[in-house]
């Protein structure tokens, strides 16, 4: 059971694994968008959008649905954002710590 949970974690990070996957994600943060309104506000090129947003789709990061010729993506579930912000809150304590070095090491090399 413990390896088809890591394979689970493992996959899903994958998912993540990409700057421009995790913007995708967090553009969603507000609800559910259009292809066409992610590619606009994302300024990405289509065809990178697409392979991007399969990828999300495929690592179950992210649902779609059709309506009409167009495509409507959302988070598949709030926890995912979550995620992203536990992610975001450990980077700014990792670069609170790094400050810190950083000043001690000028205050170091000023004497």
Known sequence: MHDAVRKFKADFFQGLGHPTRIAIVECLREGELGAGAIVG????????????????????????????????????????????????????????????LLRTIHSRTAQ
């Open 41 to 100: 506000r994302l300024k990405l090129e289509q065809a990178n959008a697409s392979q991007h947003l399969a990828i999300l789709r495929a690592k179950h990061v992210v649902s779609s649905r059709r309506e009409g010729n167009q495509i409507f993506y959302s988070v598949r579930d709030a926890r995912i954002l979550e995620v992203l912000d536990i992610m975001r809150r450990y980077f700014q304590s990792h670069l609170k710590e790094e400050m810190a």
